[in-house]
């Protein structure tokens, strides 16, 4: 099992940014496919971005395509949310998440993810 701690969040205002990051150790994090999930109360978890082992791929959730960016540090086993430009509803708790298989897709359906940090609260203010 790999562990995943999230950090970052806070309150800003629209318009802002921010940088999530997620910090992973347990296992060969730097082979895996990595992801970034919202959710919001009485809402399912959605699929915010990821990024393949070794940040040739990734993939954004057309509401975030353009202000956010994903990218990986394997050397520090790191993975980061760069959020720009943003709107109140991006407010959520985010959550980074692993794939614990060397593939080369991307998966967005939460439930093809493995393990999962605690998550960190993003709310932006309008």
């Known amino acids: 099992q790999v562990q995943l701690v999230e950090s970052g969040g806070g309150l800003v205002q629209a318009g802002d940014s921010l940088r999530l990051s997620c910090a992973a150790s347990?296992?060969?994090?730097?082979?895996?496919?990595m992801g970034w999930f919202r959710q919001t109360p009485g809402k399912e978890r959605e699929f915010v971005a990821g990024?393949?082992?070794?940040?040739?791929?990734?993939d954004y959730a057309d509401a975030v395509k353009g202000r956010f960016t994903i990218s990986r540090d394997n050397t520090k086993s790191m993975v980061y949310l760069q959020m720009n430009n943003l709107k109140p509803e991006d407010t959520a708790v985010y959550y980074c998440?692993?794939?614990?298989?060397?593939?080369?897709?991307?998966?967005?359906?939460?439930?093809?993810?493995?393990?999962w940090g605690q998550g960190t609260q993003v709310t932006v203010s309008s």
């Open positions: 998440a692993v794939r614990r298989a060397y593939i080369v897709t991307i998966p967005i359906m939460a439930n093809e993810y493995e393990d």
């Open positions: 347990g296992g060969p994090v730097s082979s895996y496919t």
């Open positions: 990024i393949i082992w070794n940040g040739a791929r990734t």
